[in-house]
């Protein structure tokens, strides 16, 4: 008896000693305000050490798998984790329907199950999910480390107020083809000047002839994004504040 509990024991402790891994994407789920929400995740084989995390934030129209498929190879030469949530409705997101909440719980459980690096934890969006990337930027500018975005940008004076209210100056990159219809240069310039005249460190690539479509220059933005990402992390412990919202 002693024998099979010194057996059991002793293959406890191998398991726990072996790298976490995960060779293929996965879709998984997670419970928010009593809500099935769904997200897709790829964790690089072999990881010994804390990682970053890449939050990934889809497009309209599109789910999370469509963002991950694009960044894995890019994650697994990294080794960074990264995880595409599904918004609450697929044509885009919204709050307070998609508010700060569902991310940080789901980047909180990651954390639980992986070795996450709680300072680098980072955002990049396309399109819708670019506007929602820089919202949970200004509302939780002390949890993220840096924001990288394609194809999206701030408008209006209410999205002015909240660069203002902003605790941290979150690192910000914006990238934008000169053939965006649907955001044209001036908006995108107006969003950088904005939070640069609050004191941010944000940073606009243009990239000549590129339209909206993200998908066929991924890998190409991809790899600007991360080389922008990897240079922060956060100086302290990551803060969350929970923010209460009109329905």
């Known amino acids: 008896m002693k024998f099979y509990a010194l057996l059991l024991s002793t293959m406890l402790i191998a398991l726990l000693a072996c790298p976490v891994s995960s060779q293929e994407?996965?879709?998984?789920?997670?419970t928010s305000k009593g809500k099935k929400r769904a997200y897709y995740l790829f964790v690089p084989e072999?990881?010994?050490?804390p990682s970053p995390l890449i939050v990934l934030l889809h497009g309209s129209g599109r789910n999370?798998?469509?963002l991950v498929e694009k960044w894995k190879d890019l994650a697994k030469k990294e080794k960074a984790i990264i995880v595409?949530?599904?918004a609450l409705n697929s044509q885009g997101w919204n709050i307070p329907g998609d508010r700060p909440d569902f991310i940080h719980e789901l980047v909180e459980e990651l954390k639980a199950r992986y070795p996450v690096s709680a300072?680098?934890?980072y955002l990049f969006g396309h399109s819708a999910g670019a506007g929602q990337a820089l919202y949970l930027s200004l509302f939780e500018s002390q949890y993220f480390a840096a924001t990288a975005i394609h194809a999206g940008a701030l408008s209006g004076r209410q999205d002015n107020q909240l660069i203002e209210m902003a605790k941290r100056k979150i690192p910000i990159a914006i990238f934008v083809g000169t053939n965006d219809s649907f955001f044209p240069l001036t908006v995108v310039r107006a969003t950088?000047?904005?939070?640069?005249?609050?004191g941010f460190n944000s940073e606009l690539t243009e990239i000549k002839g590129h339209t909206h479509w993200y998908?066929?220059?991924a890998p190409e933005i991809n790899r600007s994004a991360w080389e922008f990402l990897k240079k922060y992390e956060l100086t302290g412990e990551p803060r969350y504040e929970e923010h209460q919202f009109n329905r």
């Open 84 to 86: 595409g949530p599904d």
């Open 192 to 198: 950088r000047d904005a939070l640069n005249a609050e």
């Open 215 to 217: 998908y066929d220059k």
């Open 46 to 49: 072999k990881l010994t050490a």
């Open 64 to 66: 999370g798998l469509s």
């Open 119 to 121: 300072r680098r934890v």
């Open 25 to 30: 994407i996965s879709k998984e789920l997670i």
